[in-house]
């Protein structure tokens, strides 16, 4: 069974519909009448927290890019909780004549994810969490092309499971500080067996008999078949 090369790219898509959730955030700088200084776009990349980290602190604070966000997936569990009869099979229409395309059911599959948001300014950070924490009540729903060819489309919840804030520092505190948020999610996602073809089913051939005496007990002389096209 094992080596049928296929790939969907589920885990994929999911990592980059998660990125896609949070990439239009923005910090602004007011006056203290309220007149806006300056609109920052927040870049959002993947991308390892200790190591961002590590290089913020090493840099000079005038060479730092904050604020900024980064997101990575972390991990995956099975959630068999979700799970239905792996031997069930979806059937969907093939271009190819006399054709159909079949897959068994898919595995449901708990995926964590860490965004992290680093600012040098508490207030930076606070805009920052409260644009995303509203919006997950506690989980907010994107919908994945899972898989193209067979038009496969799904509402996937991703749902917010832990929020922490944390000072990072080296040296003079003043000069070294780094704000950092870490948000946790968990996507419950789907992990896709591989697709095949087999013939479809077009004629239906039947013979039975009836017996010669009403209420007599007689099993039919030949049993029913099915012609299968391939």
Known sequence: MFGTT????????????????????????????????????????????????ARLIQDAKKNRQVPRMGFILTGLQADYSRAGNQMNEYTFTSVTPNMGTVMYAPIPYNYTFALD????????????????????????????????ELDLKRDIPIELTGVNMVDEFEGDFAEQRIVNWQLD?????????????????????????????????????????????E
Do not use: C
């Open 185 to 229: 999610f968990e996507i419950k996602g789907w992990l896709y067996p591989p697709v095949r073809q087999q013939g479809v089913v077009k004629t239906v051939t039947t013979k039975y008999s009836t017996p010669d005496i009403i209420g007599e007990d007689r099993q039919p002389e030949e049993k029913d078949w099915f012609v299968l096209n």
């Open 117 to 148: 948001i680093y600012v040098d300014y508490m207030d930076d950070g606070l805009q920052i969490i409260e644009q995303i924490l509203p919006y997950f009540q506690p989980d907010f729903n994107i919908v994945i092309e899972e898989i193209p």
């Open 6 to 53: 296929f790939y969907h790219g589920t885990t994929k898509k999911l990592i980059i519909a998660f990125g896609s959730v949070f990439n239009n955030i923005h910090v602004q700088r007011t006056e203290s009448d309220g007149t806006l200084i300056k609109d920052i776009k927040v870049p959002l990349a993947y991308e390892s927290r200790k190591k961002y980290l």
